[in-house]
């Protein structure tokens, strides 16, 4: 059974960092695209980052967070990262880690995704 458990959300002041973790287990890794999404509350889930193909490492951000995000991968741990820095007020949200296993899917909407965690609070104060 896939599972997905994030960690590592709270709150952080306008232009602080954080690091938000989400270990994936159940299901090899060789193949999975993997992603981070975040909701605010009366908005729709939004596409943050992803991991297209976690072999090679290859990666997408949404336009929003170029630059102050970071996406990365723990091969041995099978931890997915999002290192957030230069947080803003608007970057508050519950963030989601998701992965697929489906070939030749995309990668940067929610319905691509088949396996959710549970999400965590992230809250940038101004």
């Known amino acids: 059974q896939v599972q997905l458990v994030e960690s590592g959300g709270g709150l952080v002041q306008a232009g602080g960092s954080l690091r938000l973790s989400c270990v994936v287990s159940?299901?090899?890794?060789?193949?999975?695209?993997v992603g981070w999404f975040r909701q605010a509350p009366g908005k729709e889930r939004e596409f943050v980052a992803a991991?297209?193909?976690?072999?090679?490492?290859?990666?997408s951000y949404a336009d929003h967070v170029k630059g102050r995000f970071t996406i990365s991968r723990d091969n041995a741990k099978n931890t997915l990262y999002l290192q957030m820095n230069s947080l803003k007020p608007e970057d508050t949200a519950v963030y989601y880690c998701?992965?697929?296993?489906?070939?030749?899917?995309?990668?940067?909407?929610?319905?691509?995704?088949?396996?959710w965690g549970q999400g965590t609070q992230v809250t940038v104060s101004s």
């Open positions: 991991i297209i193909n976690w072999s090679i490492g290859m990666t």
């Open positions: 998701a992965a697929n296993w489906r070939l030749g899917s995309g990668w940067d909407s929610p319905d691509k995704y088949d396996y």
């Open positions: 159940g299901r090899t890794l060789s193949y999975v695209r």
